[in-house]
């Protein structure tokens, strides 16, 4: 186990609604990065979060958009759903400027738009 | 411009045979190559990484050959175990920035 939960498991929601999914990291783990596996497909960056900042961001629209709380908890927000948007969602930590590159992956969140 | 690039898409191997799976990269800043596998309904777990200070690693029946000129990278998967079906994904980063994954190879090990 990494350490990482991510809730909730699975999610369905309609085209044109908003959806929020959780995170929480390790403890210690102030850089969180959250991803996009559509099915088939290898992850896709979507953006990372250090000390609850911005810290880049991959090639998707600003309806996506996060939060990352004190308590190494963190948010994944997407407006205007999509069908496209159905993918299984990924967030990883790791300990940024421990010297290790490792990220610590959760078991993601199914989000299934109709 | 696809980062990193992963072959073959699905492998087949008998138990107690050799899988091996092939990455080449882009971008000469990389400097960490983890390789994940992932099992159905689960998120990637790391399996083991190098630096492109070492051409190899080697980690129980797991190893990294790395080639530095070639930009390439490749898991070697000795006496492969049906345990070991699952899908495996490279990946490059360089410190601090956003992981590049391959497209995944389905691993199929055969009794």
């Known amino acids: 186990e990494t350490g990482v939960t991510q809730s909730p498991t699975h999610l369905i929601k309609t085209r044109g609604q908003q959806v929020t999914l959780r995170c929480s990291s390790q403890?210690?783990?102030?850089?969180v990065s959250w991803y996009q596996q559509a099915l088939g497909q290898g992850p896709q960056f979507i953006f990372q979060?250090?000390?609850?900042?911005?810290?880049g961001r991959g090639n998707f629209p600003p309806r996506f958009s996060g939060l990352q709380f004190p308590n190494y908890s963190s948010e994944l927000n997407v407006n205007a759903l999509e069908l496209d948007d159905s993918a299984l969602y990924l967030c990883?930590?790791?300990?940024?400027?421990?010297?290790?590159?490792?990220?610590?992956f959760g078991p993601g969140t199914r989000l299934t738009v109709l | 411009q696809q980062q990193v690039k992963q072959s073959p898409q699905s492998l087949i191997v008998q138990k107690g045979g050799i899988s091996i799976i092939n990455c080449a990269y882009e971008?000469?800043?990389?400097?960490?190559f983890p390789w994940y596998q992932q099992f159905p309904g689960k998120g990637p777990a790391l399996l083991i990484a190098?630096?492109?200070?070492?051409s190899e690693k080697k980690e129980g029946r797991f190893t990294i050959s790395f080639n530095k000129s070639a930009k390439q990278f490749s898991l070697h998967i000795m006496d492969s175990q049906p345990g070991d079906s699952a899908t495996y994904f490279c990946?490059?980063?360089?410190?601090?920035?956003?992981?590049?994954f391959g497209t995944g190879t389905s691993l199929t090990v055969i009794p």
């Open positions: 990946a490059s980063t360089y410190t601090g920035n956003q992981f590049y």
């Open positions: 403890s210690g783990h102030n850089t």
């Open positions: 979060y250090y000390r609850e900042e911005e810290n």
């Open positions: 990883a930590s790791n300990p940024m400027g421990g010297g290790t590159d490792t990220q610590y």
């Open positions: 971008n000469t800043a990389f400097d960490y």
């Open positions: 190098i630096r492109p200070d070492v």
